[in-house]
């Protein structure tokens, strides 16, 4: 059963333009909601997270929008560049440890 | 500060083999997780290991057995190997509460023929 759904599935934005990837989650229970950036070859790293009890959260280029009613957040990565170009997968998880359930993934690619 | 480091990072086995993956966690970071990572399946969680006890487990069949030693190094083992199980292993570590920043390892690449 996925419990995070993630969309598009790809993605292909002008350089300078804004990428925006959605996630959607069923379980009421999650309380955090971190994003990872995976490059070919490597493992997902960390880009930015947050917590319920804040609608957004902002981090140089890197913004998530968070609706709780709607069990919705997104990614809005703006001013996107080549070096974007990237696998972005959001992920949740709740108070039962460290184990994260992630969405499908979102492969961006930024064109010059 | 060296990251998450996992061992071996490329390895071919063949079907019915066993196979057992090692991972050193960041620096005084006691929760080490396990993923599999497919091009079908995406991202899954196999098992979180803490103070050398299981803590939560995936939806993973019973071939699929990881341990933690009390330097907090991790290991996974898959037993009887299948083709399905070809995939890149990732460990993770973090610190002891949720919330806490996951770090992921770069992975074990698993070929099974």
């Known amino acids: 059963q996925q419990q995070v759904k993630q969309s598009p599935q790809s993605l292909i934005v002008q350089k300078g333009g804004i990428s925006i990837i959605n996630c959607a989650y069923e379980?009421?229970?999650?309380?955090?909601f971190p994003w990872y950036q995976q490059f070919p070859g490597k493992g997902p790293a960390l880009l930015i997270a947050?917590?319920?009890?804040?609608s957004e959260k902002k981090e140089g280029r890197f913004t998530i929008s968070f609706n709780k009613s709607a069990k919705q957040f997104s990614l809005h990565i703006m001013d996107s560049q080549p070096g974007d170009s990237a696998t972005y997968f959001c992920?949740?998880?709740?108070?039962?440890?460290?184990?994260?359930?992630f969405g499908g993934g979102t492969r961006l690619m930024v064109k010059p | 500060k060296a990251g998450v480091t996992q061992t071996p990072r490329y390895l071919i086995k063949t079907r019915g083999q066993q196979v057992t993956l090692s991972c050193s966690p960041i620096?005084?970071?006691?929760?080490v997780s396990w993923y599999q990572q497919t091009p079908g399946q995406g991202l899954q969680f196999l098992f979180e290991?803490?103070?050398?006890?299981?803590?939560n487990k995936g939806n993973f069949p019973g071939r699929f057995s990881g341990r933690q030693f009390s330097n907090s190094r991790s290991e996974m083992n898959v037993s009887t190997l299948e083709l399905g199980d070809s995939a890149l292993y990732l460990c993770?570590?973090?610190?002891?509460?949720?919330?806490?920043?996951?770090?992921f390892g770069e992975g074990s690449w698993l070929t099974v023929v």
């Open positions: 993770a570590s973090s610190l002891v509460g949720p919330g806490n920043t996951i770090y």
């Open positions: 290991y803490f103070s050398e006890t299981q803590r």
């Open positions: 992920a949740a998880s709740g108070n039962a440890g460290n184990m994260l359930t």
């Open positions: 620096s005084g970071h006691r929760s």
């Open positions: 379980n009421t229970a999650f309380d955090y």
């Open positions: 947050i917590r319920p009890d804040v």
